[in-house]
Nanobody, 118 residues
Framework: QVQLVESGGGLVQPGGSLRLSCAAS????????MGWYRQAPGKQQRELVA????????NYADSVKGRFTISRGKAKNTVYLQMNSLKPEDTAVYYCMVTVAGTLSDYWGQGTQVTVSS
């Protein structure tokens, strides 16, 4: 089993910044990709915010390009999401996701709330 622990969410004013962290542990031999998804209030589906592969390739939602940056830690089982210039529409529960190499199984964190409001 794989466990993901997220941290860093909270309440921030528009224009502010937050940094989310996610650490994976458990039966992980190799990670194919790590990413962040979010589910906004009233929406049923989670949307991809940003993802990064083991090779360092990144992918961002158009709505966050230029404001958010995803990165891996020195311990390759960690991933960060630096969020700058936050907007009220960024308010959501943010979920960390890991795709394990080989089986390409996905594992999810419990989610962390990000609220952007004045």
């Amino acid at each position: 089993q794989v466990q993901l622990v997220e941290s860093g969410g909270g309440l921030v004013q528009p224009g502010g910044s937050l940094r989310l962290s996610c650490a994976a542990s458990g039966s992980i031999f190799s990670i194919y990709a790590m990413g962040w998804y979010r589910q906004a209030p009233g929406k049923q589906q989670r949307e991809l915010v940003a993802a990064i592969t083991s090779g360092g390739s990144t992918n961002y939602a158009d709505s966050v390009k230029g404001r958010f940056t995803i990165s891996r830690g020195k311990a390759k089982n960690t991933v960060y999401l630096q969020m700058n210039s936050l907007k009220p529409e960024d308010t959501a529960v943010y979920y960390c996701m890991v795709t394990v190499a080989g089986t390409l199984s996905d594992y999810w964190g419990q989610g962390t709330q990000v609220t952007v409001s004045s």
